[in-house]
């Protein structure tokens, strides 16, 4: 269970903590690391820190796929479950039968549920950057938040694609010039029993719109693969469209290519390390993925099985893995971008991938890059033989 140390206001009081894990963001890959440590019978002294309070800013339509909340144990989240998605272009309508159910989830009853797996002190501060290394190689890592500094061996960002405790000089890009996606949604009450997505320039040309029921309420949005387009208009024009009230916008950036998984000693996880799926712009999956290959990576370090060093090159190795599937789904982004203002292959491509069978082998294929499946064994394996830590990461390409 996470025990909070620190409140607002006047009840802000300095910090000065050494820990041995420090967990920069209590979102999906935050909190995922830490539900990962909970378990090492090493009982490390584990430390998450988020500007917000647990659960508090949601930035996600919250659409997963169920499986994942089956395994880490979260469905007392879901809210409404889907077996097929609904492909609205301009002129007709076509459906996507599933090979797995979707779900969407109350953003602030998740976290707790995960956050409640893990075994860490909790402290609302704003993570400002790395401080000087250490002298001693290998040391303790310094991070500096707006309530005094942090020590620990092993620091972790999952902060979101700002990557604040990237090296300096590293990812000098900023948006819209950077390579990120762009997405807002409106919150309107409300019922429906269609997962939808618009594939229409109306509302982004570049991109896609989506309307995902959640219990009470639909959450209605616009993503531009196009950085440069601003979706704020588009979506009053979807949600007028839906005959629904633009209630509680929220919006972010949203990376769609794979960045360094490691630097200065810090591992990036989540959208900070640029996990999240091109051309669906699917995160949380992601996030639970590689937060969960990251834990087990740092329990072997607590445990004393592998050093921080061999933790690194093992964690940019599997990340980096990953990297035809990123950049498949990005060439895929870039021919759907193309593709959406023409309207007659628009309808020709959703008609060629409509028909149950063609439809659950492509989503299947999708869906298998990263699989709920690939973790179904609770154990965190063997301590990594030599011959893998010997092994050369690949390069990974950054922003
Ligand atoms: C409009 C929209 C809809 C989306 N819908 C979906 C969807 O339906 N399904 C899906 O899979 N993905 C969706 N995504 C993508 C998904 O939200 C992200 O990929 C996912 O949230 C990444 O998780 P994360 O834990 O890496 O980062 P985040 O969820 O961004 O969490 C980062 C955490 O770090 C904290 N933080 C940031 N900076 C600091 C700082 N300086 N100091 C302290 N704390 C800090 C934040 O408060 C936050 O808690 C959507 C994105 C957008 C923008």
């Known amino acids: 269970m996470p025990t ?143 309530r005094g500094p ?12 700002r990557r604040v405790l990237a090296p300096a000089g590293e990812d000098a890009i900023q948006p819209p010039e950077a390579f990120l996606s762009r997405g807002l949604e409106v919150h309107p009450e409300g019922r429906s029993d269609e997962l939808a997505l618009y594939l229409n320039p109306r509302y982004v040309p570049d991109g896609y719109s989506w309307s995902f029921p959640a219990g009470g309420e639909v959450r209605v949005g616009v993503g531009s693969f196009d950085p440069h387009h601003h979706v704020k208009d588009p979506t009053l024009r979807l949600v007028a469209d839906l005959e629904r009230e633009p209630h509680g916008f929220q919006g972010n950036w949203i990376p769609h290519k794979l960045r360094s998984s490691t630097g200065g000693g810090v591992f990036f996880v989540g959208d900070s390390a640029g996990h999240c799926l091109p051309l669906t712009a699917e995160g949380i999956r992601p996030a639970f993925h590689f937060g969960i290959a990251l834990g087990r990576e740092l329990r072997h370090v607590v445990e004393g099985r592998q050093t921080r060093e061999q933790a690194l090159r093992r964690y940019a190795s599997a990340s980096a893995q990953k990297d035809p599937a990123y950049r498949w789904l990005l060439r895929l982004q870039r021919l759907v971008g193309r593709v959406i203002p023409h309207r007659r292959t628009l309808d020709a491509a959703l008609r060629l991938t409509s028909p149950p069978s063609v439809g659950r082998r492509a989503w299947g294929a999708y869906l298998h890059t990263l699989s709920a499946s690939t973790w179904a064994a609770s154990d965190p394996g063997p301590a990594p033989a030599d011959a893998e830590l010997a092994a050369p990461a690949e390069p990974v390409p950054t922003v």
């Not at 492909?87 to 707790?112: G, M, N, Q």
């Open 150 to 161: 942090i020590r620990a061996p092993l620091v972790v960002d999952a902060l979101g694609w």
């Open 4 to 146: 909070r140390a620190t409140k607002r206001g006047d009840e802000r009081t300095p910090l000065q903590i050494d820990c041995d894990v420090l967990i920069c963001g209590a979102s999906f890959a935050g909190l995922t690391v830490a539900r990962e440590l909970a378990t090492s019978p090493a009982r490390p002294r584990v430390v998450v820190v988020d500007r917000y309070e647990i659960g508090e800013r949601q930035t996600s339509a919250c659409a997963v796929p169920l499986p994942w909340l089956a395994l880490l144990g979260l469905t007392d989240a879901v809210l409404q479950r889907f077996d097929e998605i609904v492909a609205h272009s301009p002129d007709r309508t076509f459906s996507w039968a599933l090979p797995e159910p979707f779900v969407t989830f109350d953003y602030r009853k998740l976290c707790r549920l995960l956050a409640d797996q893990g075994d860490f002190v909790f402290e609302t501060a704003k993570v400002e950057g790395l401080g000087r290394p250490s002298s001693v190689a290998g040391g303790p890592l310094t991070v500096l938040t707006d």
